[in-house]
């Protein structure tokens, strides 16, 4: 053998095959399965209902604000840790992934008890009019809290390995502040945002734990996709519950493959020619 | 431009870096700061930048007080020393980076056509669609120096520009550099650690310790008139021999040098080990051969004194004597410093 490189190619690649098979391939195989056993129009009529496209447009709209909402909080922290030295700095480090460790059930009884109008947060808000438990503003509230840590932790190591001579070069260019952040900090932090971005939206599209507590779930309004799947579940409906998953399912795997396309376009100055 | 420096302090922390240097660079010359490192000329170097800030003292652009302007706006070119070039763009956006944050608008044609231009200065036609990671090193820092001139800087600085190279890289690139700044006649300093290389490229040598300037001179003053024993030693190879000066003469096992204007008591005599000529019997230092070390030009030879000091000496390669060998040592171009300290 030319070159050996540990722990070897037959073992790694025989786990990888296994694992992935296994607790990827068949559980998701299954799913499209039971949900391929409904006819054409029995499938499109049950995706298609006026109370599973409102589910979509209820999960979409939300994840989409929640990743918005974390793209600037979670690169404001990002930048924070990285840059300045300050008093409980790593504190606020190892408190980026609570939310990972926390169990999603927890989170959502504890926002809604923050956020329910007699709560802490909910009292006050609600003197402004403004009410968030048992709305969408709720379950954007707890796909935030759960999706934060992605944007952090995928932005952060690459902010760390940034030079600082770039900066400093474009200053002696004449650069301005918003010049160097937008042309040279930005496009090189593109790539790690875009998976921290496609990260945390694909998980608030999943997440369902710190979620129904807060919604209220009410059909049409706060009623989230996998919250349905669920519905239909426990109606022992299992082909309507895969169908709308297998919705789900394509819905991810159309993101992660358009976020892969961009990302390999952001990178392609790093390939060597 | 003519830059000024009058008695610069900077201090990280604790550690002060730079204790009142005060220097003048004339319109259009090549200075080189030259030192080991932690002597304070690369902040000195960022100071006139204005990358630092300097805790006291006063930067002057010619009769402009440059201290509190800004990096942006003082109108320099900065080459670091890993080229610090933007690896998302390609060569030629590096090269138009500053133009086109310029507050002076420049048309697409006009960037496009100095590009051109600074590709062709710099010889790298051809490779304005390259990105940084598919060009060599030197190819890079000259990326980096087209760049830096994009902006038409009123002062280059260049922070161990060739640090990062191949030694016959960095040869060329030297002699390169010292052609592209007669052609151009721009005010430049840089900073190195290499006295083979502040020698080679600079007008004049600005050497430092420990924050300090130690001497200021053309390479020939530096070289044939060194003005201690830090600047001896660092120039190049030296030898240090013990000595006792009374009245002007140093005595070094009981052979006498000239040793004019030195203070009496302990010093030291320096010497080039090209500067040492053996003989099998004669007045000079006697001295036994531990090593002879053949060189493509020359053999170096290790010897040591009868009184135990180490000695190393350059000879033809035809020296046809060998370790164990006896003889004396004439010493040619001694040069004597007191240790007492000043």
């Known amino acids: 053998m030319a070159r050996r490189i540990l722990p070897g190619l037959p073992l790694t690649l025989g786990i990888t095959l296994v694992y992935v098979a296994v607790i990827v391939v068949l559980p998701l195989g299954a799913l499209i399965f039971k949900a391929a056993s409904l006819g054409p129009g029995d499938y499109w009529t049950i995706i298609s209902s006026d109370r599973a496209v409102a589910s979509y447009r209820v999960t979409l709209l939300c994840a989409a604000a929640a990743t918005a909402f974390n793209l600037v ?8 840790i990285v840059r300045y030295r300050f008093p409980g700095r790593r504190i606020v480090d190892a408190l980026v992934d609570l939310p990972f460790a926390l169990p999603t059930a927890v989170a959502g009884i504890a926002l809604t008890t923050l ?5 802490w947060f909910g009292s006050a808000l609600s003197t402004l009019g403004l009410k968030v438990a048992y709305t969408p503003l709720g379950i954007i509230i707890a796909m935030a809290f759960t999706s934060l840590p992605f944007i952090v932790r995928t932005v952060q190591p690459v902010l760390e390995e940034l030079d600082g001579a770039l900066e400093e070069a474009a200053q002696t260019l004449g650069a301005s502040d918003g010049e160097i952040f937008a042309k040279v900090l930005l496009p090189q932090l593109f790539p790690a945002i875009l998976a921290g971005l496609s990260l945390s939206f694909a998980r608030s599209l999943g997440e369902f734990g710190a979620i129904i507590f807060i919604a209220g779930n009410q059909p049409y309004e706060t009623e989230i996709t996998a919250l349905l799947a669920f519905i239909r579940l426990e109606e022992y409906d299992y082909p309507a519950s895969a169908a709308i998953a297998s919705v789900m399912l394509m819905a991810a795997f159309l993101m992660l493959a358009i976020t892969n396309i961009l990302q390999t376009r952001a990178l392609r100055y790093t390939v060597k020619g | 431009m003519k830059i000024r420096l009058d008695t610069i302090v900077k201090t990280f922390d604790t550690f002060r870096a730079v204790h009142g240097v005060s220097l ?3 319109s259009g010359e090549l200075v080189a700061l030259l030192g080991p490192s932690g002597s304070g000329k690369t902040t000195i170097l960022r100071m006139v930048a204005g990358l630092e800030y300097p805790d006291e003292g006063a930067i002057f652009f010619g009769e402009e007080n440059a201290t509190d302007i800004e990096v942006r706006n003082r109108g320099v070119g900065f080459v670091f020393q890993h080229y610090a070039l933007f690896p998302h763009m390609t060569i030629g956006e590096n ?4 133009m086109k944050v310029s507050k002076t608008r420049r048309s697409t044609a006009e960037i496009a056509d100095r590009v051109a231009d600074l590709l062709r200065l710099v010889q790298l036609d051809g490779l304005k669609d390259r990105f940084p990671a598919q060009i060599s090193g030197g190819q890079r820092q000259r990326v980096a120096l087209a760049r830096a001139l994009a902006v038409d800087p009123k002062v280059l600085l260049l922070d161990e520009p060739f640090g990062a190279l191949d030694a016959n890289v960095r040869r060329d690139l030297r002699r390169w550099l010292r052609k592209i700044h007669e052609e151009l006649g721009i005010t430049t300093l840089f900073v190195t650690h290499d006295q ?14 420990k924050g300090r300037i130690v001497q200021t001179g053309t390479p020939e003053e530096v070289c044939r008139t060194p003005e201690n024993a830090f600047v001896m030693n660092f120039l190049g190879d030296a030898n240090r021999l013990r000595a006792t000066v009374t009245a002007g003469r140093a005595s070094v096992n009981e052979i006498l040098f000239d040793a004019a204007g030195i203070p009496d008591g302990p010093a030291e005599l320096f010497f080039r080990p090209a500067d040492v000529i053996w003989r099998e019997d004669g007045s000079g230092i006697p001295a036994v051969i531990l090593r002879v070390i053949d060189r493509p030009d020359s053999k170096r030879i290790l010897a040591v004194t009868a009184d135990g000091q180490h000695v ?7 020296f046809p004597f060998r370790t164990t060998a006896r003889g004396t040592l004439e010493i040619l171009r001694p040069r004597v410093f007191s240790t007492t300290p000043a």
């Open chain 1, 115 to 119: 956020f329910a109008s007699n709560g």
């Open chain 2, 196 to 209: 083979a290389e502040a020698l080679d490229l600079a007008d004049r040598v600005v050497i430092l310790d």
């Open chain 2, 24 to 26: 003048e660079i004339e």
């Open chain 2, 312 to 318: 190393e000496f350059d000879t033809a390669p035809e």
């Open chain 2, 95 to 98: 090269i138009a980076f500053g």
């Open chain 1, 73 to 80: 909080f979670g690169m404001a922290l990002a930048w924070v």
